[in-house]
């Protein structure tokens, strides 16, 4: 079933540490963005990508948005993200997580409830690009990107946010698997181990 909610893949990263855009990391036939793509188009009714280099994405099909404030981090990724959706409920994503199982994003968005956010904590860290955001929250964004306030870790602390632990969410699946990221060579060598598993 699509679910009525909008899939943002976040495009934005000058992948530094793998030298070349991280979104173009061919795992198997197919590169990480093309994965997530084909995931969300058969998920969401809507499909969005957030990058400041659109060209690179206009064969895929979908709307590609630019920063609304140019290039403040994953901040200003997030803000454009809750501008231009068209739903409400917005399960944004970082380029760079082939693997996530669309079963957790269900469950996620199905936790929204009322709340400004689900966001997964794995390891003592909240994943702020792998979570689900209510439109309602974008003032608060708004307002810290025009106060230079970059950290997500500030934004959240305003935010009503329901924090889903590992325990949660393992009946997905590996939690190591669904948010495994790729964010350097090494780990798109595992990627590409992992694929025939998890693809």
Same mark, same amino acid.
């Given at each position: 079933?699509?679910?009525?909610?909008?899939?943002?893949?976040?495009?934005?990263? !000058?992948? *530094?540490? &793998? +030298?070349?855009? !991280?979104?173009?990391?061919?795992?198997?036939?197919?590169?990480?963005?093309?994965?997530?793509? %084909? !995931?969300?188009?058969?998920?969401?009714?809507?499909?969005?990508?957030?990058?400041?280099?659109?060209? $690179?994405?206009?064969?895929?099909?979908?709307?590609?948005? #630019?920063?609304?404030?140019?290039?403040?981090?994953?901040?200003? /990724?997030?803000?454009?993200?809750?501008?231009?959706?068209?739903?409400?409920?917005?399960?944004? =994503?970082?380029?760079? &997580?082939?693997?996530?199982? &669309?079963?957790?994003?269900?469950?996620? $968005?199905?936790?929204?409830?009322?709340?400004?956010?689900?966001?997964?904590?794995?390891?003592?860290?909240? +994943?702020? #690009?792998?979570?689900?955001?209510?439109? %309602? *929250? =974008?003032?608060?964004?708004?307002?810290?990107?025009?106060?230079?306030? =970059? %950290?997500?870790?500030?934004?959240?602390?305003?935010?009503?946010?329901?924090?889903?632990?590992? *325990?949660?969410? !393992? +009946?997905? /699946?590996?939690?190591?698997?669904?948010?495994?990221?790729?964010?350097?060579?090494?780990?798109?060598? %595992?990627?590409?181990? &992992?694929? /025939?598993? =998890?693809?």
């Amino acid at each position: 079933m699509i679910m009525k909610a909008s899939g943002v893949i976040l495009a934005g990263g !000058k992948s *530094s540490r &793998m +030298q070349f855009n !991280k979104a173009f990391a061919r795992i198997t036939a197919e590169t990480v963005i093309e994965i997530l793509v %084909k !995931k969300f188009r058969v998920h969401f009714d809507e499909t969005i990508i957030i990058s400041n280099d659109p060209e $690179l994405y206009s064969e895929f099909g979908v709307n590609v948005y #630019t920063d609304i404030f140019a290039r403040l981090g994953p901040v200003a /990724g997030i803000h454009s993200a809750l501008s231009h959706a068209n739903n409400d409920a917005v399960f944004l =994503l970082g380029c760079d &997580m082939p693997f996530i199982n &669309m079963a957790t994003v269900d469950y996620m $968005l199905e936790k929204l409830n009322g709340h400004d956010t689900v966001v997964p904590e794995i390891k003592a860290h909240i +994943q702020p #690009t792998a979570a689900v955001y209510h439109r %309602k *929250s =974008l003032p608060i964004f708004s307002r810290h990107l025009e106060e230079n306030k =970059l %950290k997500l870790i500030w934004i959240f602390n305003e935010l009503d946010a329901l924090v889903l632990n590992e *325990s949660q969410l !393992k +009946q997905f /699946g590996q939690i190591e698997d669904i948010f495994f990221n790729i964010n350097d060579q090494e780990a798109l060598e %595992k990627a590409r181990t &992992m694929a /025939g598993r =998890l693809l």
